[in-house]
């Protein structure tokens, strides 16, 4: 059982930066790779990012690529989206789910775990 804890949403005008954080529980955080996704009012959960367990693949949206960074600190059993160059459709809430296994990062029904939820708005 992991239980996962999302933080570091908040406000912010386009072109702001923000960096979200998912802390984990439990000692076995190290054997999950994890994703971040976002829902935007209206719209149909999707995916972000993606960090394998050991760290050493990310995968990314297109609408992520060169502006969103996703790692993680096994050691704090955290898992981090830093974003850049946010814009204005990028505001939603922004959720980090934990799987063990899987093929295609960005299929949602392979996740085994999901956080609550932050709320990111961009304001332009």
């Known amino acids: 059982q992991v239980q996962l804890v999302e933080s570091g949403g908040g406000m912010v005008q386009a072109g702001g930066s923000l960096r979200l954080s998912c802390a984990a529980s439990?000692?076995?955080?190290?054997?999950?790779?994890m994703g971040w996704f976002r829902q935007a009012p209206g719209k149909e959960r999707e995916f972000v990012a993606f960090?394998?367990?050991?760290?050493?693949?990310?995968y990314y949206a297109d609408s992520a690529k060169g502006r969103f960074t996703i790692s993680r600190d096994n050691a704090k059993n955290t898992v981090y989206l830093q974003m850049n160059s946010l814009k204005p459709e990028d505001t939603a809430v922004y959720y980090c789910?934990?799987?063990?296994?899987?093929?295609?990062?960005?299929?949602?029904?392979?996740?085994?775990?999901w956080g609550q939820g932050t709320q990111v708005t961009v304001s332009s």
């Open positions: 439990g000692r076995t955080f190290s054997s999950y790779a």
């Open positions: 960090i394998s367990w050991s760290g050493g693949n990310t």
């Open positions: 789910a934990a799987r063990t296994s899987g093929s295609y990062p960005y299929y949602l029904p392979s996740y085994d775990y």
